[in-house]
Nanobody, 116 residues
Framework: QVQLVESGGGLVQAGGSLRLSCAAS????????MAWYRQAPGKQRELVAT???????NYGDSVKGRFTISRDNAKNTVYLQMNSLKPEDTAVYYC??????????WGQGTQVTVSS
């Protein structure tokens, strides 16, 4: 059974940095796209960043220039380096991994809170 374990969330002051990790396990197939989404209270879940199996990233407009997505294919792990954090970045961040055959899988979410 595929499992995604996220870590790295927490409380940080505005202007600070955090690094999220999401480790995937339980699959004999390598993941295709890996991504981070976030959901703030009262808002819809939004795409933060994606990265292809070849390492090509794409970012939501609100995080461009501040966040960096990366992956370690040997460890089946995706990372999100978040710099220059703003209070509006406060949300639950979810890892999403797309597998061939299995389809999409979600992590349990990790809370990121940015204080002003």
């Amino acid at each position: 059974q595929v499992q995604l374990v996220e870590s790295g969330g927490g409380l940080v002051q505005a202007g600070g940095s955090l690094r999220l990790s999401c480790a995937a396990s339980g699959s004999i197939l390598s993941p295709n796209a890996m991504a981070w989404y976030r959901q703030a209270p009262g808002k819809q879940r939004e795409l933060v960043a994606t990265i292809t199996s070849a390492g090509s990233p794409n970012y939501g407009d609100s995080v461009k220039g501040r966040f960096t997505i990366s992956r370690d294919n040997a460890k089946n792990t995706v990372y999100l380096q978040m710099n220059s954090l703003k209070p509006e970045d406060t949300a639950v961040y979810y890892c999403n991994v797309v597998y061939p055959i299995y389809g999409s899988r979600w992590g349990q979410g990790t809370q990121v809170t940015v204080s002003s």
